[in-house]
């Protein structure tokens, strides 16, 4: 089921589904909630997710990420190949996540609507920080060229407080 959610996807589209599955229905079961993801692979999804389910006071028995599936897809959007993560291939391919969570079977239908609609919020969220990233790093690079202690109202001790802590959060500590 987790591979006929991410068979078709588009670029950047995120895909969440959650569901109490039955035999009946999909061939298989499970005493848990399941959740379902698949996105573009980045980071912090997989502390984001445990995050938020932890903040819905949701146990959290199994997730599975595997760190990244490179594939392969069509003009529709369909995944033709699954390619080796490591090696160097030409050509148009992605890095997606698809990512499994069993939960506290949940039988309320608002409260799997809710915890979809959460984990859809803060993935967009990792989303926007992701993409916006680089940016960030640009414009805190140009702060620190403008604290000029000489050319500042502040104590220059003060000032180069600053610019040090905002060149130890550009060495990778955002």
Not at 19 to 37: A, D, K, M, V
Not at 54 to 63: A, G, I, S
Not at 99 to 127: A, C, G, Y
Request: net charge neutral; no cysteine; charged share 30%.
């Amino acid at each position: 089921s987790h591979w006929e959610l991410m068979l078709r996807r588009a670029p950047d589209e995120l895909k969440v589904k959650v569901f109490n599955p039955r035999y009946e229905e999909y061939g298989w079961q499970s005493t848990h909630t399941i959740i379902q993801i698949a996105t573009t692979d980045m980071p912090f999804l997989v502390d984001t997710m445990r995050m938020e389910i932890n903040r819905m006071n949701l146990t959290m028995h199994l997730m599975v990420h595997s760190g990244g599936v490179k594939v392969k897809r069509d003009a529709s959007d369909k995944v033709i190949n699954v390619l080796p993560y490591h090696a160097s291939i030409e050509g148009d391919h992605t890095f997606e996540a698809p990512i499994h969570m069993e939960i506290d079977r949940q039988t309320d239908r608002k409260v799997l609507t809710k915890i979809k609609n959460n984990l859809i919020r803060v993935l967009n969220d990792v989303r926007s920080a992701v993409n916006d990233w680089g940016l960030m790093r640009s414009r805190l690079g140009d702060a620190i060229k403008e604290l000029d202690a000489s050319k500042m109202k502040q104590l220059a001790a003060e000032v180069n407080e600053s610019k040090t802590f905002l060149q130890w959060l550009l060495k990778d500590h955002f």
